[in-house]
């Protein structure tokens, strides 16, 4: 692992205990600059993995509650008018800050959850016709209930097509369980938490994950998974080239989080369930019969051939 990204990976272990997965597809979504949605149920430390994060970065970190009367103004901003200057000062929103975390972001309104569009797109937001920039390391990490869960709301497509990953928590194992406890008898382990690096490293690495370089092999393994989903016999709508896209930047961020400076065929796969599935639309009739969106990837995963890297190649770089 990178060493400076492994400081930061033992850092919020520190908080998120027996959740090791998470935290490397988090800071690979970090990487990558993409957005990252966790679904699951209340009380599994999704709030304190964003918040372990922020301040192990030494950035800024907001959180808004959404709540079904939330506003899109409440998110972005407003602007004020000043009788005695005559003139309009723009207040800025909870969406400037480095990492914003979306609390159950399934409890507000369709119109007010589109309101992060072009702020997680784009990096800016346009209020009465003027736009704002955002800081380049503005990064969401947004919760949501399960769907089943009573006075919440689905996410629109559009919304959940923004995200690069989502994951789940899961409750904790016994043994895990039981070291949560004994950490927070006096108080809880993300107040004592220091930060590792600095928000202007984090930029550095991020620009450096764009240099890890992709072959021709895995670009067309990475198209091959995709054209899997569409064509798969349970699936209404696959991943569109955005989702290729985005599996592309996954596999490269997670490669240089490991040490790597090329995409091996495992960093795809051990990023794609959590790129891809949450794009799917699945066949409603299949989807009640127990399929889920992670076992179609899967299965996909399980039939497309695997590429290998020329060998002159693949030793260089490993070499190098």
């Known amino acids: ?31 990558a600059r993409g957005h990252l949605l966790i679904e699951d149920a209340p ?14 970065i030494q950035g800024r970190f907001r959180r808004i509650q959404f709540t079904p009367d939330l506003l899109p103004a409440d998110v972005t901003g407003v602007s004020v008018f000043h009788p005695q200057s005559q ?33 997680m797109e784009e990096r800016q937001v346009t209020v009465d016709g003027r736009t704002h920039e955002l800081a380049s390391s503005f990064f969401v990490v947004a919760t949501q209930n ?108 997670l490669a240089f989080l490991q040490g790597l400076d090329f995409v091996t065929p495992d960093a795809v796969k051990a990023v794609a369930p959590h790129v891809l599935a949450h794009r799917l639309v699945l066949d409603p009739q299949r989807e009640f019969t127990g399929l889920t969106r992670v076992g179609v990837i899967r299965k996909i995963l399980s039939q497309t051939p695997v590429p290998t890297l020329p060998h002159d190649q693949h030793a260089a770089e490993v070499q190098g």
Not at 43 to 56: E, F, W
Not at 97 to 102: F, R, S, V
């Open 43 to 56: 009380g599994l430390g999704k709030t304190m993995l964003a918040r372990s994060l922020a301040q192990s």
């Open 87 to 119: 003139l309009f000062e723009f207040m800025p929103g909870p969406v400037f800050t480095d990492i914003l975390l979306a609390d159950e972001i399934n409890r507000t309104s369709p119109r007010t959850q589109s309101s992060l569009l072009e702020a």
């Open 1 to 31: 692992m990178h060493p400076q990204l492994k400081e930061l990976f033992q850092n919020i272990r520190k908080v998120i205990i027996g959740k090791d997965e998470v935290i490397a597809m988090m800071i690979t979504s970090l990487l």
């Open 146 to 253: 399960p769907i089943e869960l009573e006075g919440t709301y689905p996410l629109p497509e559009a919304q959940i097509d923004r995200f690069l990953m989502k994951l789940q928590l899961g409750y904790p194992a016994p043994e895990d369980e039981a070291q949560i406890l004994e950490a927070q008898v006096k108080e809880h382990p993300v107040r004592r938490l220091k930060p590792v690096m600095t928000v202007e490293d984090l930029r550095e690495l991020q620009d450096r994950v764009t240099d890890v370089r992709v072959s021709r092999e895995i670009h067309a393994y990475i198209v091959s998974l995709a054209v899997g989903t569409r064509k798969h016999a349970d699936v209404r709508w696959g991943a569109s080239p955005r989702g290729s896209i985005s599996l592309m930047r996954a596999a490269q961020a």
